[in-house]
């Protein structure tokens, strides 16, 4: 992100507020990647993507969970957290 900001603040023409130009964003110069480093990227992307979506549905159920504890016992929250995880592929 770094090379990004430079790159943006040396053509900087305002004062107070810094611009930049369109001219600026359509000479901004692009890397270019052979076709088996563009596909590992792209994996890379939707690993990440996939992972913060198990992630928030873990975070969900273990909110849940904690709810379901407080409120009737231990038994019926693991029974339930079980059911939860074993909807989205995970078995203990």
Known sequence: MKPLLDF???FNTGTSY??????DILN???PKFDFKIQEEI???ITEMYETKKLS????????RGVEIAIEKDEEEVE??????LKKIGIEL
């Open 28 to 30: 901004f110069p692009l």
């Open 8 to 10: 943006s603040l040396k």
């Open 42 to 44: 792209k994996k890379k």
């Open 79 to 84: 029974n339930w957290i079980n059911y939860e």
């Open 18 to 23: 810094p611009t930049i130009t369109d001219e």
């Open 56 to 63: 928030k549905s873990l975070l969900k159920i273990a909110k």
